[in-house]
């Protein structure tokens, strides 16, 4: 690992590929690993899951599952994923715990977390490190307080830590999130499921939707309003309280959002050809693939495993071939931005190769994000020779330009890490990442794949 340039502290260097090809690893899905270890818990019994993401952030969620009285065992792991074993007396069965739960860098850890802690009867604080200090917490702790838990939280209940004294008997609310946020949603169902009454959740533009899922395949009824599964659009999710949740085992996707870094690398480099497996094609996921191919990405798609693509239960997947293609620039709207939210920054970077003004409008939930992504993306592109610049929440990019290898900084963001490390795969020169380890947030091994792929 070298220094810095910028800031002194360690850093990563990529220098331009002649040529990428291969299968690289992806991790198991973050969201719905995070998903799987708390359904674990909550339903009680001896759960396996095979193949969840072993990044920091799942970790973290691991730690907390832990930390409430679940016994969660590490069966298998190869430096990328990993599989658990979780034995858990249930719901009723888990205690306070003894310290602070350390969410980390993981702001699903903590939103996902205190709907399970809004409905158990004891005291307990979320805290993480100083990226989720700054995160904003009163979009979860309006509804949940509302469902009669009590919530408080520093600088006038808007940012970590955050204090829960949870209540048994919760109270139902029929809730519309004030920004699309699947994490937002997943605590006000997760706490449903112990409320007195029907719980619903309506949001503007349909976010990811795993929980729904993987409650409704352990028995859940979890009623979908429109009940077609499009994607998009507005939707409301009902689900009872006080219904048995039951245990199961789970075999975790690979990551989509994770895939995106090579989907572009590939698509933006002149000589490149990858295939990724058993990728995650959720409709709710497959945004940022979809922009690509309407961008004139080569993406060829091959459905996998026995999930049909519009099925409302399970996870379907595909093998997704990508190869060096001519892009030209689109217009993203904010419901296509809700719903890529995770790889706008990797679709910033494809931009700069797409002939063309791409606009992106309404990305100001980035802001919210581990970094303010809008600022870091902004920063880091323009310092490689990127056209790119930003009117309130909306970015303009003018492509293509020909990226030149520099200094970038991360504000230990992982997905701008991952972003500009393949930019550096473009790029002339060598372009250094500060603290490029971050990527190991979400994807422990995204390095090594790197090198394998130029290999
Ligand atoms: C996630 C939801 C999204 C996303 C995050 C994972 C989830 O966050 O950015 O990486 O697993 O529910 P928001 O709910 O804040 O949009």
């Known amino acids: 690992m070298a220094e810095s340039p910028l800031t002194g502290g360690p850093s990563r260097s990529v220098s331009r590929a002649a040529r990428l090809r291969g299968e690289p690893r992806l991790p198991g899905d973050k969201s719905i690993s995070h998903r799987a270890l708390i359904l674990a818990t909550l339903a009680g019994g001896d759960s396996r899951i095979a193949g969840a993401g072993d990044g920091r952030d799942v970790q973290a969620t691991a730690g907390i599952m832990a930390a409430l009285g679940a016994t969660v065992e590490r069966v298998h792991e190869d430096g990328l994923n990993v599989d658990y074993r979780v034995i858990s007396p249930g719901a009723d069965g888990l205690h306070e715990p003894d310290g602070v739960l350390d969410c980390r860098n993981s702001g699903t850890s903590l939103r996902l977390c205190s709907g399970v802690l809004a409905s158990l009867p004891f005291f307990s604080v979320l805290d993480g490190d100083a990226s989720l200090r700054s995160r904003p917490v009163a979009r979860i702790i309006e509804p949940l307080r509302s469902m009669g838990a009590a919530l408080y939280a520093r600088r006038s209940d808007t940012l970590p830590p955050l204090v829960v004294i949870g209540l048994t008997r919760l109270r139902a609310i029929d809730y519309t999130t004030r920004v699309p946020s699947a994490q937002v949603k997943s605590a006000i169902l997760l706490a449903g499921l112990r409320a007195e009454g029907p719980t619903t959740v309506r949001e503007a ?89 309407r961008m004139g990405a080569q993406i060829t798609e091959t459905p996998v495993g026995d999930v049909a693509a519009d099925s409302d239960a399970g996870e379907p997947l595909a093998d997704l071939t990508v190869r060096s293609s001519e892009l030209r620039a689109i217009d993203i709207g904010p419901d296509e931005v809700a719903a890529a939210i995770d790889e706008i920054p990797i679709l910033c970077l494809a931009a700069t190769q797409a002939r063309g003004r791409t606009t992106i409008r309404g990305a100001g939930e980035l802001r919210n994000k581990e970094s303010d992504r809008i600022d870091g993306i902004v920063t880091g592109l323009r310092a490689l020779g990127a056209k790119i610049s930003v009117d309130g929440d909306d970015i303009t990019i003018e492509g293509p330009s020909q990226l030149v290898g520099a200094p970038t900084l991360t504000l230990d963001d992982h997905r701008l890490a991952m972003t500009f490390a393949v930019a550096g795969l473009i790029a002339s020169g060598s372009t250094s990442i500060d603290r490029g380890d971050s990527a190991a947030v979400s994807y422990p091994s995204f390095f090594t794949e790197l090198e394998r792929l130029r290999a």
């Open 205 to 293: 533009v349909a976010t990811r939707d795993h929980t729904e899922r993987m409650l409704r395949s352990r028995g859940i009824d979890v009623r979908r309003e429109p009940e077609a599964s499009s994607g998009g659009g507005p939707v409301a999710w009902t689900l009872d309280g006080g219904a048995r949740l039951a245990a199961k085992d789970d075999r975790v996707p690979a990551d989509p959002s994770a895939a995106a870094f090579w989907l572009v690398a590939s698509a933006i480099h002149p000589d490149a050809e990858m295939t990724l497996r058993a990728v995650g094609v959720n409709p709710t996921r497959r945004t940022a693939i979809d922009l690509l191919v």
